[in-house]
Every structure is written in structure tokens, then in C-alpha cells.
């Protein structure tokens, strides 16, 4: 079993920076593959990020493509994502997931484990 807790949410102006880190529980880590999904009031919960093994297979949705990045830290059992440029449409509960293999998907339902989710808010 795998738990997840995500931190680094807030409020922040469009145009600024926050740092989400996710971090994860047990000592395989390293097998995880890491994504970062977030949700809007009334709409369905979307891909962000994700990176595979070794920091390996990184990939972006097309909304945050330049403007977020996504690291992770083995020795920490943490993966993060750096998020930059925000802007308000980017305004959403944020959550962390994990899957056994190599890689990511994109899909929810490719992940089995999920955090509790952090709350960014982004004003204009």
C-alpha cells in the first residue's frame, strides 16, 4: 500500500509560482511511476504531469507544456511540480498520483494510488 500526501497549495496572483510536492510512503519509491492530475469546480479531474522511473517518460498536458516542470526525489520518496506563469484558468484542487511500472499514463484510471488532493487558487 502506498499513501500519498500532497503539499505547496495557495493562493497565488496570475503570473506567479508555486511548488507542489507530493510525498509518498513505503520504500518503493523508485518503482513508482508519479503523476500530477487536477480538478476544477464542475469539471472532470485532468492530466497534468507525469514522470517515470529514474525521472524518466516525462510528459505534459498541452495547457501547462512550458510552464510547469515535474522532478522527483527517490532519496525523498517526493516528486514535485513546479508551476510557473500560473494563470487563472489553471485554478484547481491539484492531486498526486501513483502506479506500479515504469511509466505513466494520462488516463485517471491508469493510477492506483491517489493523495488527497491541495488546493491551488490563482487570482487575476
Known amino acids: 500500500q502506498v499513501q500519498l500526501v500532497e503539499s505547496g497549495g495557495g493562493l497565488v496572483q496570475a503570473g506567479g509560482s508555486l511548488r507542489l510536492s507530493c510525498a509518498a510512503s513505503?520504500?518503493?519509491?523508485?518503482?513508482?511511476?508519479m503523476g500530477w492530475f487536477r480538478q476544477a469546480p464542475g469539471k472532470e479531474r485532468e492530466f497534468a504531469a507525469t514522470?517515470?522511473?529514474?525521472?524518466?517518460?516525462?510528459f505534459f498536458a498541452d495547457s501547462v507544456k512550458d510552464r510547469f516542470t515535474i522532478s522527483r526525489d527517490d532519496a525523498k520518496n517526493t516528486v514535485y511540480l513546479q508551476m510557473n506563469s500560473l494563470k487563472p484558468e489553471d485554478t484547481a484542487v491539484y492531486y498526486c498520483?501513483?502506479?506500479?511500472?515504469?511509466?505513466?499514463?494520462?488516463?485517471?484510471?491508469?493510477?492506483?494510488?491517489w493523495g488527497q488532493g491541495t488546493q491551488v487558487t490563482v487570482s487575476s
Open positions: 498520483a501513483a502506479r506500479w511500472g515504469a511509466w505513466g499514463g494520462r488516463s485517471p484510471s491508469e493510477y492506483d494510488y
Open positions: 514522470i517515470g522511473w529514474s525521472g524518466s517518460s516525462i
Open positions: 513505503g520504500r518503493t519509491f523508485s518503482n513508482l511511476a
